[in-house]
């Protein structure tokens, strides 16, 4: 048995999980975003999505495979603060900057991501293949905003998309390696918003509530 969350993930592919692997993401997902990957954490996890230690071994004979499938399912539930509408470049543009100041609100997603996206750029990494097409999604969601606010106007300055996209990504990464570092000296959402703004006729707006997409809720 699968299962489907009928989101479209990073990779354009909906995210197929077995039944007890997406048990074990979930409950991984759940350990990370509370108090991040420890070396108790797979029993934690087993016990939790209802396994034996000995079956989430099974499942998962490679711990790191376990990880990846936990950031893809994190992912394919972000997929939910998009805008309904590809067209609305504003919107996706504040999409990025709450899915940003997300990540900060679970600092433990923010830590494994940093370890595993090092790790996986070696070829044969089992993340080495997600990492690179979610960079690419990503790139891509990025310029499609822009293009979208070029042609109706918004953007105050003439810029290279990809060449912006690339920059606000990599600034991303910086800045929430910096804030795990010293979260008191690093806003990562106003950075990122004032980076964005630069290229706006009108700022976007300013922090809003965001509910975390419920793991438990796509079981």
Known sequence: MTHDTGIQGPTGARLRLEQDEHALAAAALDEIRHGGWRDSSLARVADAAGLTLAHAREVYPDERELLVDALRLRDDLGIELLPDS????????????????????TPGTLELFGTLATAATAPDHPGHEYFRARYAWLRGLLVDALRELEEEGELKRRCDPQGVAAQAI???????IQWLLDSEAIDVEGLLRSFLDRYLHEPLEPARPIVAPDVAAQA
């Open 86 to 105: 590809p067209r609305d470049g504003r919107g996706l543009l504040q999409a990025f900057i709450d899915i940003a100041r997300f990540g900060t609100e």
């Open 170 to 176: 990599a600034l991303l990464d910086g800045l929430q």
